[in-house]
């Protein structure tokens, strides 16, 4: 059986952010998971690469300025109808009902625990596997 591939988009206006949550999730997650990251800055960036890769989940920094993940991830989700998955790293656990109203798919709290974040990315990226 191999691998299955997964393209993971990063957001966070902050590099030192977006490197840690590229090593809580690592490249294999889960047996069976191999991820490789796309990374994006800002909000025109992230869309773009949206529209231009096949994405298989978004993991978006809420905390990131001026535009943060939980605006993106709703902005995504009203704007497409074959949205990808979503996951935001909140401040604060509870900060979690901005989330749902966001349509988030998961969430996570900063700062990433590896084992967590690794569980969380793996599952969602199992549920919203492609048929």
């Known amino acids: 059986m191999s691998d299955r591939r997964c393209t993971v988009l990063l957001y966070s206006d902050d590099p030192q952010v977006r490197d840690r949550m590229r090593l ?18 800002d909000y025109d960036e992230c869309i773009r690469l ?4 096949e994405i298989d989940l ?11 993940g939980l ?5 995504i989700k009203d704007d ?11 401040a604060r656990a509870a ?3 901005l989330a749902a109203y966001a349509e988030v798919d998961a969430t996570l709290v900063h700062p990433l625990d590896p084992v967590a974040t ?4 793996a599952e969602v990226l199992r549920t919203h596997a492609p048929t």
């Open 24 to 41: 809580a999730v690592g490249t294999r997650p889960a047996p069976g998971l191999l991820v490789e990251f796309v990374d994006a800055s």
């Open 80 to 90: 497409r109808a074959d949205a990808p998955p979503t996951c935001v790293v909140l």
């Open 50 to 53: 949206v529209d231009d890769y």
């Open 95 to 97: 900060d979690r009902w």
């Open 71 to 75: 605006g993106i991830a709703r902005q």
């Open 118 to 121: 690794g569980t969380t990315v």
């Open 58 to 68: 978004l993991l978006l920094d809420g905390e990131a300025h001026p535009g943060g």
